[in-house]
């Protein structure tokens, strides 16, 4: 059910769309799929309850959203999409009532308009919901006066309204309640809130990721040009033979806090922190072009942090880092339940050869990402050597400093 709710919620998506516009998407084909089950439903209570001829008034949403959806899967147009739920959102409802007698024989399930105004509030179109508000003052004085006329045309027994009257009311006012929350603080707070939701449990570029296409969260993934950064503690094993679990947490948590940010300030996704490492993507799920140069400066800043905290503690282990550059699988690993997103192939196992070379202190990288590095970055090369997996030996390289840069912002 989760697989085809996101593949659902995937259709018309664009890779040119903006983290906005994806969500608007979302939103919108998210209320397409609860209003197609509510009209559904609401049409054969309307059956059931001797009112057939009504009962085709929602289950026309139903052939609208069975036109509407399909083509927006093939043109990814959102404003029609949106401009025709809308319209149907406000229209639908009146039409409903009328064919039910007016505001007293219908129960007042015209009070669902009201929907749609909000709706457009909501989703931050501002000018569409004044216009759609009117629309909805009109069709309410509209069928005011022609209540007098209407009320001949009631179909339904007087139980059967005051029922359908409590029910219109409290589900209408139970979801403009939900929608005001929703929309508190603006469509940021909007935004915000479902971040926060996300990013506890994925780092903050997999979180706008998902946010940007729910087809990222499927199993899988896609080829990308990436840099991958790894880093251990050298002489780890030792250090916490010798300590106790908390002098050992503490050095991680003091370590990793010093690390870690470095690797957020330049874009960089760590997607594993096995034991004393830490594995870092540069290049995705973000597409940057100058990842190699970011996942460099990270490691810099890495060492330099890790630099402040060895003076107050001279005895703690150093990071060893190897960044390496190339083509791997990125995507989502695991199975339905947990999954975790990460990058494999060959270029991310020389990474990790390339970080055991390194000593304490030290970064070491591969032929290619020295080359994306250009002549701004001091290497000394170090003698070839024969590495796990390679039938030819491979010429790492000490990254000592990068020339400063034009400033490129890591977001």
Known sequence: MRRLATRFLSIGADPSDDEDARLRKVVVLAAVAMVVVAATVWGLIYAVAGAPRSAFVPWSYVVVAAISVPLFARTRRYDALAATQLIAFLVLPFLLMWSLGGWIAGSAVALWAWLSPLAARTL???????????????????????????????????????????????????????????????????????????????????????????????????????????????????FSGDRSPHEVVDLLNTLFGAALPAIHAEGGTPVQLPGDAIMAIFGAPRRISDHAIRAARAALALQAACDTVAHEHPGWPRFRVGINTGEALVGNIGSDEFRNFTAIGDTVNMAQRLQTIAQPGQIVTGRQTAAELGAGAVIEWLDEVQVKGKADPVHPGVLVSLAPLKASSPG
């Not at 179109?125 to 005011?144: D, E, P, S």
């Not at 915000?192 to 449990?201: I, K, L, P, Q």
């Open 124 to 238: 931050g179109h501002r000018r569409a919901a004044v216009g759609l508000f009117g629309g909805f003052a009109m069709g309410t004085l509209i069928l005011a006066y022609l209540e007098p006329r209407l009320g001949s045309a009631a179909e339904l027994d007087p139980p059967v309204i005051i029922g359908f009257f409590v029910l219109n009311v409290v589900a209408v006012a139970g979801i403009t309640l939900v929608l005001i929350d929703a929309s508190t603080g603006g469509r940021e707070g909007t935004l915000a809130s479902m971040r926060g939701v996300v990013r506890r449990y994925f780092s903050a570029d997999v979180a706008d990721a998902i946010l940007a296409d729910p087809g990222r969260q499927e199993l899988g993934g896609e080829l990308a040009e990436v840099s991958i950064l790894f880093a251990d503690l050298g002489g780890y094993t030792t």
